[in-house]
């Protein structure tokens, strides 16, 4: 048993922290949302080539830091404090998963790619009438002379304006919701059939709805084996998760933070509405939250890489616990700072409108509740 | 104890209804469907038609343009409207400032201003709050000094909402700041094209300008404006209050909320099985379902002790609050029915101008909607104040 970080994961949380400070404050970060890139690549070069955090989870001959999913755990929560924008969990958490578990013909250049700062990833895997099931795919991937075409539409792909690769998920084989026949394809963003409909989210960031009409693909883009990816995607997915978490962690630390420093301030009645019990006790209660989900970002990460079922259990329990407290802790701090928490000004809202996306992302509180009840009590029930 | 609405009661319910139907303006439906912000023409063009027919102030006295309906009437009134899905008209005039001119004003300011609030030829806007006094409204920092037949007025107001487009507003201000915290309170009306007025906007979590903070640098206010005596416009304020609570259990709306819920329920699936038959997401509809019904019959219980001449005691911070808990609620579950299509913003973007809808029209803005409502547990007197006044003049704690 040992919750302790290394040195070198206590030197990567410094670095990420400074980078948040420095160059992503407050000021910073509204302009970005507002620019028409809506994120800022040469800061994305920094973390390359300056940080050199967009290897941390890569083995040391692929060119990485050697680390794995607790250093993603440590950037994702630090860059959670300061909401940061750029693609670290598509691009280096889900990519960079699907990569390294899935192998592949282009894996190791890509891996290198996106260490480098060159390629960023966005994961088109919602369809539309999908809602959160995985294998609900009615994209195709049809065999074609040697290689695949590749047929269908993409939901809300979050950072596919930015990418200049796509994971997409496709059935190669079988029915639209059968676990066999998924495949895992890695798409560049320019192929010739690839279309985007960009939109702003409303947390800040960029997604697209993304169209392909017959996109000829060879079989190296395949990642992991024909007919047989969805364990994989399973597997990566839990990961995000368990890094999403982490980032809600950051948000949620920070968002808290915030509320107990303006209910020391602001006064009403001649004192400072933090001598409210009523409101002590909310923020007691939001405190407890978000330990509870370090918590379960701890136990999720940790568990990445025991059997399936332990690690998909792990995960849905920790996105049920991050979940309700994402949706406790944001809906709090806008209550205690009153009107101020109600104003686009005020950064405490922001933190609000990510925490309620992360609620959703990747499977709602009851998605994986009821996956967490199949896997605990399935046989019982 | 009868639960029935009378056959008088079912025949007005009948000509309402047809009324609406028969009247509702359908460009004002198309602004609706779009679910973008709706400008002033938008809000004045229902309110209007309601004032020609005599309806637009349901709890307003005969004598001044209302047109006599019980509660019972003005309750069955406002079912019919949020059945219909009308928009609704600004309190501002009708519910808070109209019933304290009608009520404190003297017979040159009723002249002079109910007739026109009625129209909807002025349009009202709040000055209550300010950056020091939101719970604690009578600490309130403008201030007005009397320079002959004027107030000069100086301070700050916050929150005010839709002033950009108002052409008068009702503002507390201290006019002695010797007095007591709440004895030396003012209520003016101040015309919003009076030099040293200024009005910014404030935008809010969904991208909404709905409020403003309001400016006043020496404004010249006669003293003719003033409602009331010198000093004793926390009378005013207080009335006001009461009134606004009055119908803020928004039951009607809420009912046609979650049956908004239920609608996207039946379309959005997962595994190829609707929402609406989902166990979770069917039970959390159903708690809801039970939790307006007993809001409802609170609220109709409360009519039914008005309709026998108690006023509105502190029992509506009651409505207050469960309204508002179950408006927010509405949204979260619009918003987690949603699923992926809650996450994009369209609004004001791209900069084309090509703001067509992304994923189904249902869940177009559910998540600017739940920021958006989140500030009905913090307006019109914070739920945790609402509390304190029933803990303190209910329960006597």
Known sequence: ?381 | MNLEFSAEDNAFRTEVRTFIEQNYPESLRAVQDEGEEMGKEDFLAWHRILANKGWVAPAWPTEYGGPGWTSVQRYIWSEECARADTVPILPFGINMVGPVIYTFGTPEQKAKFLPKTLSGDIWWCQGYSEPGAGSDLANLKTKAERDGDFYVVNGQKTWTTMAQHADWGFFLVRTDPTAKIQEGISFLLIDMKSPGVTVRPIITLGGEHEVNEVWLENVRVPVENRIFQENKGWTCAKFLLAHERTGIAGVARSKRGIDRIKSMARTESEDGTPLIRDSFFKRKIAELEIDLTSLEYTELRTLASESAGKGPGPESSLLKIKGTEIQQRITELALEAAGHYGMPFFRGFPEDGANLPIGPDAAHRTAPTYFNMRKTSIYGGSNEIQRNIISKMVLGL
């Open chain 1, 1 to 381: 048993m040992d919750f302790n970080f290394t040195d070198e994961q206590n030197m990567l949380r410094d670095t990420v922290a400074k980078f948040v400070q420095n160059q992503y404050d407050w000021d910073s970060r509204r302009a970005i949302v507002k620019s028409a890139a809506g994120w800022r690549p040469d800061l994305w070069k920094v973390m390359a080539e300056e940080l050199g955090i967009l290897g941390a989870p890569f083995s040391e001959d692929l060119g990485g830091l050697g680390g794995g999913a607790v250093d993603n755990m440590i950037v994702m929560e630090e860059f959670g404090k300061g909401l940061v924008i750029e693609p670290y969990l598509g691009t280096v958490v889900i990519a960079g998963g699907f990569l390294k578990h899935g192998g592949g013909d282009q894996s190791a250049d890509l891996i290198g790619s996106i260490i480098g700062g060159e390629a960023t990833f966005a994961f088109a895997y919602a369809e539309p009438q999908g809602r959160y099931n995985l294998a609900d795919l009615t994209t195709t991937a049809k065999k074609d002379g040697a290689g695949f075409v590749l047929n269908g539409r993409k939901a809300v792909v979050v950072g596919a304006p930015w990418a200049s690769h796509l994971i997409v998920t496709a059935r190669t084989s079988g029915g639209q919701r059968d676990a066999k026949g998924v495949t895992v394809f890695v798409v560049p963003a320019d192929a010739a059939g690839v279309t985007r409909r960009d939109y702003p989210t409303v947390d800040g960031l960029r997604a697209s709805e993304v169209q392909f009409d017959n996109v000829k693909l060879g079989t190296d883009a395949i990642i992991g084996t024909l007919d047989n990816g969805l364990p994989l995607i399973e597997r990566v997915t839990d990961e995000a998760i368990a890094a999403l978490g982490a980032e809600a962690v950051g948000a949620m630390r920070t968002a808290h933070a915030m509320t107990i420093d303006y209910a020391r301030q602001r006064k009403q009645f001649g004192v400072p509405i933090s001598s409210f019990q009523v409101l002590q006790h909310r923020m007691v209660d939001m405190f407890m939250h978000v330990e509870q989900s370090v918590s379960m970002t701890y136990m999720a990460t940790l568990k990445l890489d025991e059997s399936d079922d332990e690690r998909k259990k792990a995960a849905s329990a920790a996105k049920v616990q991050i979940g309700k407290a994402c949706k406790f802790v944001g809906q709090s701090a806008i209550q205690i700072h009153g009107g101020m928490g109600m104003t686009d000004e005020l950064a405490v809202g922001h933190y609000f409108k990510r925490c309620t996306m992360i609620e959703g992302l990747f499977g709602s509180v009851d998605h994986h509740l009821r996956r967490y009840e199949t896997l605990s009590l399935g046989e019982a029930a």
